[in-house]
């Protein structure tokens, strides 16, 4: 099974700020395979970007997805207020896992 | 637009066998590269995957809950059924379907559904 370890757990930082949020399998992993997701509370998880670095429908271009192998990484360029929220990386090259998330809190 | 809500039991017992159904619209779960996808979260924690079905009825389960699932889909019906046998107390979590979609070998879960929550108690 392919494990994913995100970092940090918890990111505090400030609106107008910039968030890089990590994702490091244990295996490599197509960056075909890597998504991400956005998950607020007391919602279902949103897509956000799929492929490593493709953005799904709607998404704005704040957020962007860039990495390969066995290292990926979520960039928020600019934080607005509702971007503070919990975010996945998932991958599905063998079966499915997540990551067990990094919480991005308002500092 | 595309839907997906879940329904079933809010409670169940322990050793009980937990039966949950996706109902969907919007696609047509017959299509190349289409599936659905179950997803558990216990509260406060991460996401859990546990099953998947493809239109070609190709069936995947998470390694560590293999034993215990069962994933079916009628598509006549636009339905997706998970079963979970034997039901402990750490089983509580809100359980979620998914779409799955694969194209050109990328492949994502868009969009879930509200998700339902499932307490396992005597």
């Known amino acids: 099974e392919i494990v994913l370890t995100q970092s940090p757990g918890t990111l505090s930082l400030s609106p107008g700020e910039r968030a890089t949020l990590s994702c490091r399998a244990s295996q490599s992993v197509s960056s075909s395979y890597l998504a991400w997701y956005q998950q607020k509370p007391g919602q279902a998880p949103r897509l956000l970007i799929y492929g490593a670095s493709s953005r799904a429908t709607g998404i704005p271009d704040r957020f962007s997805g860039s990495g390969s192998g066995t290292d990926f990484t979520l960039t928020i360029s600019r934080l607005e207020p509702e971007d503070f929220a919990v975010y996945y990386c998932?991958?599905?090259?063998?079966?499915?896992?997540f990551g067990q998330g990094t919480r991005l809190e308002i500092k | 637009q595309i839907t997906l809500k879940e329904s079933g039991p809010t409670l169940v017992k322990p050793t009980q066998t937990l039966t949950l159904t996706c109902t969907f619209s919007?696609?047509?779960?017959?299509?190349?590269?289409?599936?659905v996808g179950w997803i558990r979260q216990p509260p406060g924690k991460a996401l859990e995957w546990l099953a998947l079905i493809y239109w070609d009825d190709d069936k995947r389960y998470s390694p560590s809950l293999k034993s215990r699932l069962t994933i079916t889909k009628d598509t006549s019906k636009n339905q997706v059924v998970l079963t979970m046998t034997n039901m402990d107390p750490v089983d509580t979590a809100t359980y979620y379907c998914?779409?799955?979609?694969?194209?050109?070998?990328?492949?994502?879960?868009?969009?879930w559904g509200q998700g339902t929550l499932v307490t396992v108690s005597s």
């Open positions: 998932q991958q599905s090259r063998t079966g499915v896992t």
């Open positions: 919007g696609f047509s779960l017959s299509t190349s590269g289409v599936g």
């Open positions: 998914a779409l799955h979609t694969m194209v050109r070998g990328e492949n994502w879960f868009d969009p």
